[in-house]
């Protein structure tokens, strides 16, 4: 079983490296090879999606370029053995024209993020998010 006081400070990072716009192998460090991420149905993506790490690592590829800043707030983290459970409001800042908003438009969602850990990774994570109206 993983510290629970680790495995918040290591999501603490993962949020943090998102933020400062890491992808490929900065981004990577903070997975298992297996890790599997579940969204769970949103305005942008209806039908939710499972992906692993190869497709993780495309979506941070893509946001970079749809987006020119980010921000994550954690709102209240919890730990309990190997899963850290975090409330954030996340704050986007449009690189380009999405879902009808143009560039310059911010984006808000607040979100809940599951993470499961196995020795210092991210073995999985569950994302429940909520997008502002535009």
Same mark, same amino acid.
């Given at each position: 079983m993983s510290n629970p006081s680790d495995n918040i400070e290591i999501a603490r990072r993962y949020? =943090?490296?998102? $933020?400062?716009? +890491?992808?490929? !192998?900065t981004l990577a460090q903070f997975f298992a090879p297996n890790v599997v991420m579940e969204l769970f149905p949103n305005r942008l993506a209806p039908q939710g999606s499972r992906s692993g790490l190869a497709e993780m690592l495309e979506a941070a590829e893509r946001g970079q370029k749809a987006l020119s800043s980010q921000h994550y707030e954690i709102k209240h983290e919890v730990a309990g053995g190997d899963t850290v459970a975090l409330e954030v409001l996340w704050?986007?800042?449009?690189?380009? @024209?999405?879902?009808?908003?143009?560039?310059? @438009?911010?984006?808000? !969602?607040?979100? !809940?993020?599951?993470? $499961?850990?196995?020795?210092? =990774?991210?073995? +999985?994570?569950?994302?429940?998010d909520c997008y502002h109206p535009w």
């Open positions: 949020l =943090k490296a998102i $933020e400062q716009g +890491a992808t490929g !192998a704050v986007g800042t449009l690189a380009i @024209s999405v879902a009808g908003l143009s560039a310059g @438009s911010q984006m808000r !969602a607040h979100f !809940a993020a599951f993470l $499961e850990f196995r020795d210092g =990774k991210i073995l +999985a994570q569950r994302n429940y």
